[in-house]
């Protein structure tokens, strides 16, 4: 046997074998012999480089290279699902159905909640994976995908379409959140939400090693192409599983809305038992002669439909509450729970939100409490089973001193929160001002995770975020779990965050409501830290973004002599107050915003962004009258079209775009020329999907 059809003798076994271990559930041989072949093949192309196929089994641990996500049209728009929570709306579906095309044939199955991914196959192997984006072009994380080991990246059998799109959803099982949820929080880092935000985070993630590690899975359920076996979507899924991919084997063929009820009712009940995430049932059309005549709206089928379920609750026992105070001083009551499961994790915590939500409610230590999962990470106490209070339960009085420093608390007009005014004395408030500062975001200093923060308050070494500058790496070589090399680290990367710019070190200081955004903007506008000190509340609202309300906590965060000492401090030590003045490569778009849409041939979007910046132009979000120039690719949606031409927006082409930009170089500096051709803005394609 040559080497290389030993290549493709390896290759071909174990994606039979991966496949019966990541799709079938039933492996066939040992993990060891798995890992054996592997290496074998993996020694066998760093050999043959010859032999490389991005399709490889190898490939599937991914790389560290980081990659910028193309943005990919999707041939086929990517729908949304009409969806809806009662049942009689679902049958009023049934009878519009029914009474377009006559009685037919549904396939109702789960509704899987992840993220949305388009899978293309060129004769039977996977070339591109695209999210869903805004429906008419999205993220090509092919590489990333390819990691996941339940999507195949060479398919089985010869009746494939030699060219198709398959769809479906990217999840994140319980057991890999909850494996990685573990992970963050002992590293420190922030948690993910929910299943369905850790599966998007993680393939937007820039190294697809990582992605690799994150056991993703993915199940698919729409087929999409010219030459598709069959004409109904029942026996397109079923061929497909031949293929190689995971097809739910949750879906049935009903005939009738007492079929699809009984499914309905089933899985709401089942669904609790399934190891990822579900939030409803999709009722669809089966045959594609059907889904024609149905049609589809510019957002969703018309031949389909979601059924959500109502969010899980859980009933269990409220056993005490704790008190939590934030960085900004904030009180969160939080509270301990007989450990209960909801929506496929242990649930132990709940959040209160406030002593107008415990009164309201009429909360009570000792109560049976119904718990339910929002978006966010913790749980919230939804209400009270009155009907279990037993009989000596008193009325929950709210503490009036902070739990950690014993400061009488504070509530401020309009705010439903209690705080601890004691901001320079109250230990998680310095704590978790010096977090805040040294996160990725703010002055990115690594190496000092919580943990060492925690460490250096306890041992004396820092009292407040200046004390971080005078630190030795000697005073923290000797601290337990640091050695000589990590104190270096630190220190260099203390060192390093004296360049962070200006906006990021407004961030950093951590001045209650200036987030990341807010701080951007005030660097933009007063250029240096002593115009924002000295700025009125009236001037500060004069920036993008501020209100009053963030004007008067900017101005009392100026106003406190704890924080001016600190910013005395950190000047000393050199970090950056001032705005570094951007050099223009021209004026050219002075005064001028633009709104960025589609699809483009030449540029990515933010090369776009960054060209608009760089010639001293600025960029907006979304369609207004304050937008000068609508920028439009292909595939951009019709009503963003129709609202520039209605504000009176022009539209301009990337052709035109950069017709300007060369003007611009030629003769500097230069008006910008009005475009003449508004026309040439691609229209959005027509596609079909069926
Ligand atoms: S079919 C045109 N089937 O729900 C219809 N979608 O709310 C295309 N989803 O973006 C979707 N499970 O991400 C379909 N069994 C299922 C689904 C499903 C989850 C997601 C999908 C879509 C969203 C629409």
């Given at each position: 046997m040559t080497a290389g059809e030993k290549i493709e003798q390896l290759r071909r076994e174990l994606n039979y074998h991966n496949h019966r271990y990541y799709v079938d559930n039933a492996p066939e041989i040992a993990d060891y012999e798995f890992d054996a072949m592997m290496r074998e093949l993996q020694e066998l192309e760093a050999a043959h480089p010859e032999f490389d196929d991005p399709n490889s089994p190898t490939k599937r641990v991914g790389s560290d290279l980081t990659t910028e996500f193309k943005t990919v049209a999707h041939r086929f728009p990517m729908l949304s699902l009409g969806n809806t929570y009662s049942l009689d709306e679902l049958h009023e579906f049934i009878s519009r159905v029914e009474k377009e095309v006559g009685e037919t044939e549904y396939v109702c199955e789960l509704k899987f909640d992840g993220t949305a991914i388009s899978l293309t196959y060129e004769n039977g192997a996977l070339v591109r994976a695209v999210t869903r984006g805004d429906g008419t072009s999205g993220d090509d994380v092919t590489n990333n995908v390819r990691t996941i080991r339940s999507v195949p990246l060479v398919l089985s059998g010869d009746d494939y379409p030699p060219l198709f799109e398959i769809r479906g959803e990217i999840l994140m099982p319980y057991a890999s959140f909850d494996k990685i949820n573990a992970e963050r929080e002992a590293a420190g880092e922030p948690l993910f939400a929910n299943p369905r935000n850790a599966a998007a985070g993680t393939l937007k993630q820039q190294s697809s090693a990582v992605v690799a590690r994150r056991g993703l899975d993915c199940t698919l359920y729409q087929l999409a192409g010219d030459s598709l076996p069959f004409a109904s979507h029942w026996e397109n899924m079923n061929k497909a599983r031949e293929w190689g991919f995971k097809v739910s084997e949750h879906i049935r063929i009903c005939r009738s809305a007492a079929e699809i009820d009984d499914f309905i009712a089933y899985w709401n009940?089942?669904?609790?038992?399934?190891p990822f995430p579900t939030d409803g049932v999709v009722i669809k059309v089966n045959r594609y002669s059907d889904q024609r005549a149905l049609g589809s709206t510019a957002k969703a089928p018309r031949w389909a439909v979601a059924y959500k379920f109502k969010a899980e609750q859980a009933l269990t026992r409220l056993l005490s509450v704790d008190f939590q105070v934030g960085r900004t001083g904030a009180v969160t009551p939080v509270a301990n729970l007989e450990p209960v499961l909801l929506a496929g994790t242990v649930v132990k915590r709940a959040t209160l939100h406030n002593a107008d939500q415990i009164a309201l409610l009429d909360i009570r230590i000792g109560d049976s409490v119904y718990v339910e999962k929002g978006g966010e990470i913790i749980p919230k106490i939804t209400g009270v089973e009155l009907s279990e209070r037993p009989a000596d339960s008193r009325e929950f009085e709210y503490i009036d001193v902070c739990p950690e420093c014993g400061t009488p608390l504070v509530r401020f007009e309009g705010e439903s929160k209690h705080y601890c005014p004691n901001q320079s004395g109250c230990r998680p408030q310095i704590l978790g001002r010096i977090i805040h500062f040294i996160k990725r975001k703010a002055?990115?200093?690594?190496?000092?995770?919580e943990e060492t923060v925690e460490l250096l308050f306890e041992s004396g070494l820092i009292h407040d975020l200046s004390d971080l500058y005078d630190l030795q790496a000697s005073q923290l070589a000797v601290l337990p779990r640091l050695g000589d090399k990590s104190a270096e680290n630190i220190i260099q990367s203390i060192e390093r965050s004296k360049q962070v710019p200006f906006r990021r070190v407004l961030f950093a200081l951590?001045?209650?409501?200036?987030?990341e955004t807010t701080a951007k903007y005030l660097a933009a506008h007063f250029r240096t830290l002593d115009a924002v000190m000295s700025a009125s509340c009236e001037e500060l609202t004069e920036t993008e973004e501020v209100g009053g309300k963030i004007a008067e906590a900017i101005a009392e965060y100026f106003a406190d002599e704890d924080n001016l000492r600190i910013i005395n401090r950190l000047r000393r030590a050199g970090l950056q107050f001032e705005e570094e003045e951007r050099t223009l490569e021209s004026a050219l778009f002075e005064g001028k915003s633009f709104v960025i849409s589609g699809v483009f041939s030449y540029h990515t979007r933010d090369e776009l962004k960054e060209l608009i910046e760089a010639h001293g132009g600025r960029n907006l979000a979304a369609v207004s009258a304050n937008a000068d120039y609508l920028l439009a690719g292909r595939n951009m949606g019709p009503a963003k079209l129709q609202k520039a031409q209605k504000l009176g927006v022009r539209i301009i082409s990337e052709e035109e775009f950069v017709s300007m930009l060369e003007g611009a170089e030629e003769s500097q500096p230069a008006a910008v020329e009005e475009p003449q051709n508004t026309e040439s803005a691609e229209m959005p394609s027509q596609g079909k999907l069926f």
């Amino acid at each position: 046997m040559t080497a290389g059809e030993k290549i493709e003798q390896l290759r071909r076994e174990l994606n039979y074998h991966n496949h019966r271990y990541y799709v079938d559930n039933a492996p066939e041989i040992a993990d060891y012999e798995f890992d054996a072949m592997m290496r074998e093949l993996q020694e066998l192309e760093a050999a043959h480089p010859e032999f490389d196929d991005p399709n490889s089994p190898t490939k599937r641990v991914g790389s560290d290279l980081t990659t910028e996500f193309k943005t990919v049209a999707h041939r086929f728009p990517m729908l949304s699902l009409g969806n809806t929570y009662s049942l009689d709306e679902l049958h009023e579906f049934i009878s519009r159905v029914e009474k377009e095309v006559g009685e037919t044939e549904y396939v109702c199955e789960l509704k899987f909640d992840g993220t949305a991914i388009s899978l293309t196959y060129e004769n039977g192997a996977l070339v591109r994976a695209v999210t869903r984006g805004d429906g008419t072009s999205g993220d090509d994380v092919t590489n990333n995908v390819r990691t996941i080991r339940s999507v195949p990246l060479v398919l089985s059998g010869d009746d494939y379409p030699p060219l198709f799109e398959i769809r479906g959803e990217i999840l994140m099982p319980y057991a890999s959140f909850d494996k990685i949820n573990a992970e963050r929080e002992a590293a420190g880092e922030p948690l993910f939400a929910n299943p369905r935000n850790a599966a998007a985070g993680t393939l937007k993630q820039q190294s697809s090693a990582v992605v690799a590690r994150r056991g993703l899975d993915c199940t698919l359920y729409q087929l999409a192409g010219d030459s598709l076996p069959f004409a109904s979507h029942w026996e397109n899924m079923n061929k497909a599983r031949e293929w190689g991919f995971k097809v739910s084997e949750h879906i049935r063929i009903c005939r009738s809305a007492a079929e699809i009820d009984d499914f309905i009712a089933y899985w709401n009940d089942e669904r609790k038992r399934l190891p990822f995430p579900t939030d409803g049932v999709v009722i669809k059309v089966n045959r594609y002669s059907d889904q024609r005549a149905l049609g589809s709206t510019a957002k969703a089928p018309r031949w389909a439909v979601a059924y959500k379920f109502k969010a899980e609750q859980a009933l269990t026992r409220l056993l005490s509450v704790d008190f939590q105070v934030g960085r900004t001083g904030a009180v969160t009551p939080v509270a301990n729970l007989e450990p209960v499961l909801l929506a496929g994790t242990v649930v132990k915590r709940a959040t209160l939100h406030n002593a107008d939500q415990i009164a309201l409610l009429d909360i009570r230590i000792g109560d049976s409490v119904y718990v339910e999962k929002g978006g966010e990470i913790i749980p919230k106490i939804t209400g009270v089973e009155l009907s279990e209070r037993p009989a000596d339960s008193r009325e929950f009085e709210y503490i009036d001193v902070c739990p950690e420093c014993g400061t009488p608390l504070v509530r401020f007009e309009g705010e439903s929160k209690h705080y601890c005014p004691n901001q320079s004395g109250c230990r998680p408030q310095i704590l978790g001002r010096i977090i805040h500062f040294i996160k990725r975001k703010a002055m990115d200093i690594d190496g000092l995770g919580e943990e060492t923060v925690e460490l250096l308050f306890e041992s004396g070494l820092i009292h407040d975020l200046s004390d971080l500058y005078d630190l030795q790496a000697s005073q923290l070589a000797v601290l337990p779990r640091l050695g000589d090399k990590s104190a270096e680290n630190i220190i260099q990367s203390i060192e390093r965050s004296k360049q962070v710019p200006f906006r990021r070190v407004l961030f950093a200081l951590g001045i209650r409501f200036v987030g990341e955004t807010t701080a951007k903007y005030l660097a933009a506008h007063f250029r240096t830290l002593d115009a924002v000190m000295s700025a009125s509340c009236e001037e500060l609202t004069e920036t993008e973004e501020v209100g009053g309300k963030i004007a008067e906590a900017i101005a009392e965060y100026f106003a406190d002599e704890d924080n001016l000492r600190i910013i005395n401090r950190l000047r000393r030590a050199g970090l950056q107050f001032e705005e570094e003045e951007r050099t223009l490569e021209s004026a050219l778009f002075e005064g001028k915003s633009f709104v960025i849409s589609g699809v483009f041939s030449y540029h990515t979007r933010d090369e776009l962004k960054e060209l608009i910046e760089a010639h001293g132009g600025r960029n907006l979000a979304a369609v207004s009258a304050n937008a000068d120039y609508l920028l439009a690719g292909r595939n951009m949606g019709p009503a963003k079209l129709q609202k520039a031409q209605k504000l009176g927006v022009r539209i301009i082409s990337e052709e035109e775009f950069v017709s300007m930009l060369e003007g611009a170089e030629e003769s500097q500096p230069a008006a910008v020329e009005e475009p003449q051709n508004t026309e040439s803005a691609e229209m959005p394609s027509q596609g079909k999907l069926f």
